[in-house]
């Protein structure tokens, strides 16, 4: 098994940036791809950043597009989410998820982080 462990969020200015870390413990060997998911209140949930363990290929919803960088230091087991030009529409609680394929919101996932933008 897999577990996903999520840090960093907090309470930003719209403008602002925050940077989520992820650390995945376990059968680490077994992870294809990982990524972000989030959901706001009354939301569905949304994929938003994905990236593949080992081509670093990587995918943004065009929500986030152009503002949010993923990113993985396969030596730790760690997943980044840099977030800059946060607006209000980013608050949400942000979720590491790991899967083979697919949309990243039908993955397991961790506990979430909040994130509040102002």
């Known amino acids: 098994q897999v577990q996903l462990v999520e840090s960093g969020g907090g309470s930003v200015q719209a403008g602002g940036s925050l940077r989520l870390s992820c650390a995945a413990s376990?059968?680490?060997?077994?992870?294809?791809?990982v990524g972000w998911v989030r959901q706001a209140p009354g939301k569905e949930r949304e994929g938003i950043a994905a990236?593949?363990?080992?081509?670093?290929?990587?995918w943004y919803a065009d929500s986030v597009k152009g503002r949010f960088t993923i990113s993985q230091d396969k030596a730790s087991n760690t997943l980044y989410l840099q977030m800059n030009s946060l607006k209000s529409e980013d608050a949400a609680v942000y979720y590491c998820?790991?899967?083979?394929?697919?949309?990243?919101?039908?993955?397991?996932r961790g506990q979430g982080t909040q994130v509040t933008v102002s």
């Open positions: 990236i593949r363990r080992s081509g670093g290929e990587t």
């Open positions: 376990g059968d680490t060997y077994s992870i294809n791809c």
């Open positions: 998820a790991r899967g083979y394929s697919g949309y990243p919101e039908t993955w397991p």
